[in-house]
């Protein structure tokens, strides 16, 4: 099974009051993703990290990582990099089965997923059937600005049915941050995401 999530930022006490997270401590915040993590995910899920892994030193950062269950993908935000240096080879070696910038998972021959720390309104193949799934702008006015902007895309390309548009299947951007209500700090699967909006494969 394949599931998705971005923006944990493990060990980042100041993540609390930007995202009004619902935890006391940056500690209880941490146990309760392993958790619900741990409860859900089994050693063959593969889980998709869509960036900002955590906020704390290279020991701290590798030590969680490694305890949660599946075969865990990155790919890379901004507050990563400092994470993959040389000097922290040893440390994160077989924590991520890869560490990437950019995905496209192929599901099956007509859907297709855009992984993505950053959000791309016009990512690849938005108009056929593909998703994209983003983190980075939390839960912040910049995910309003991206939702206006895929209402926007939707509504407009549904006046088009010549060029063979409608509201279902264009601009099927979703934010997988983990502080969105409907990620609730634990990794998705495709159909949970996709539930959030009546939309379906």
């Known amino acids: 099974m394949k599931y998705f999530i971005s923006d944990l930022h493990i060990g980042h006490t100041n993540i609390l009051a ?5 935890f006391t401590t940056i500690e209880e915040h941490d146990s309760v993703i392993m958790q619900k993590w741990n409860a859900k995910i089994t050693g063959s899920d593969d889980v998709y990290i869509l ?3 955590g906020f704390a030193n290279s020991e701290t ?3 969680y990582y490694r305890k949660l269950h599946g075969n865990k993908h990155l790919i890379l935000g ?6 993959f240096r040389k000097s922290n080879e040893k440390l994160f070696k077989n ?6 910038d950019y995905m496209e998972l192929y599901l099956d021959k007509k859907h297709s997923i855009v992984l993505s720390h950053y959000p791309m309104p016009c990512f690849k193949n938005s108009f056929h059937g593909w998703l994209h799934f983003y983190g980075h702008v939390h839960n912040s006015f910049d995910w309003n600005m991206m939702e206006h902007d895929k209402m926007l895309i939707q509504n407009l390309y549904s006046k088009n049915p010549e060029e063979g548009g409608n509201k279902t299947d264009v601009c099927r951007m979703y934010n997988v941050g983990c502080m969105i209500p409907y990620m609730n700090y634990e990794p998705r699967s495709v159909d949970e995401i996709l539930s959030t909006d009546g939309c379906v494969l």
């Open 78 to 83: 901004n507050h990563d990099k400092m994470y």
């Open 51 to 53: 960036g900002d892994i």
């Open 95 to 100: 924590v991520f089965c890869e560490v990437v």
């Open 18 to 22: 930007y995202d009004n997270r619902p």
């Open 61 to 63: 950062i590798s030590e």
